[in-house]
């Protein structure tokens, strides 16, 4: 469904010093610099497909986005949704996707969602049974019955969320990007966007592709994730394969009877220390946590007990870090 092959977007800056002398300076001699969003990146997305799409602020994930949308157009490379140039920006191809941006809206500010949902019934030409039942699934699944009639502005952030991803997949397009869908929500709504994704997607066969810092959002929605730094891919490969290549590490955390001082364990490090309890991180290919326990008993009566494994944000975190990850 997606295709990206050596895909780059430099953009040329103009670049001068601060002051007015800098500035009449550059009116005669402006010096230029070249700024790498996307530096030769390749991946494929296959039809149904869900992936996260990962990286730093500056990585080129927007970028990546907006040219796959055709808002862009690249500097070198090729890239086709569907069998579509994106930046030829045909009718058959706008009608087949949608990209939904977290910090931009579509729904008209003073009229209630139902308006927007009418217009974009007419902009893509959908007849009256097709809208009706498009409208009443996603209305269903996301529920929106006591929105559809109230003023855009008289509407939370997570009830504007779920307006927005109704009018984006309303007309049933067959690719979704998501860039930051989450952003701002709170629990309860983040919640609720994610579920009616997953269900709506699952549903209709929608290939997705999610940028987002939310990691929550990729562990729930995107079995597979392509990370990329610098404008260029550094792990493409399933989520639970990552996290079983860089998340060995888990942590042991110990609830002692008395406060004592930090537990000198040979196969851990103690890594916090808040009153009588410890936390004591290890590398869960090498030890086991009951080895660890073995020790930490020698030192000091222990309470209770937990196992934390290493979630999905430490893992990238170290990845982004590092630099590389390799490819899957």
Not at 101 to 120: I, V
Not at 142 to 166: D, I, N, T, W, Y
């Amino acid at each position: 469904m997606i295709e990206v092959r050596g895909l780059k977007k430099h953009y040329r800056v103009h670049k001068r010093a601060p002051g007015l002398g800098a500035a009449l300076r550059s009116l005669f001699n402006r010096q230029y610099t070249t700024v790498k969003a996307v530096d030769g990146i390749s991946f494929s997305i296959k039809t149904g497909e869900s992936v996260g799409f990962l990286g730093p602020n500056g990585a080129g994930k927007t970028t990546t986005l907006k040219v796959l949308s055709g808002l862009l157009y690249p500097s070198e490379g090729e890239a086709r949704v569907d069998g579509h140039v994106p930046q030829k920006r045909e009718v058959a191809f706008l009608k087949k996707i949608m990209l939904v941006m977290g910090q931009k809206q579509q729904l008209l500010w003073d009229l209630p969602p139902a308006e927007t949902f009418e217009l974009n019934r007419a902009i893509y030409g959908l007849s009256r049974t097709a809208y009706r039942q498009s409208l009443d699934e996603l209305v269903s699944v996301l529920q929106l019955e006591e929105l559809l009639q109230k003023p855009v502005r008289q509407l939370s952030l997570g009830e504007r969320m779920k307006c927005e991803l109704a009018a984006a997949l309303l007309h049933r397009p067959s690719v979704l990007f998501l860039d930051e869908p989450t952003i701002g929500l709170d629990v309860v709504s983040k919640h609720a966007v994610r579920q009616g994704l997953r269900q709506l997607v699952a549903e209709r066969g929608v290939t997705v592709l999610l940028t987002t810092h939310d990691l929550i959002d990729v562990e729930e929605l995107c079995p597979r994730v392509v990370i990329i730094d610098h404008g260029t891919v550094i792990y493409d490969g399933d989520l639970d394969e990552l996290r079983a290549r860089h998340g060995r590490f888990r942590t042991l955390v110990v609830d002692l009877v008395g406060a004592v001082a930090p537990l000198r364990v040979a196969s851990a490090e103690t890594v916090k220390v808040e009153g009588p309890r410890q936390w004591l991180r290890f590398d869960g290919g090498v030890t086991s946590a009951a080895a660890v326990l073995a020790a930490v008993s020698e030192q000091a009566e222990v309470r209770d007990l937990t196992v934390e494994e290493t979630d999905i944000e430490e893992v990238v975190r170290r990845i982004y870090e590092g630099g590389t990850a390799g490819h899957a």
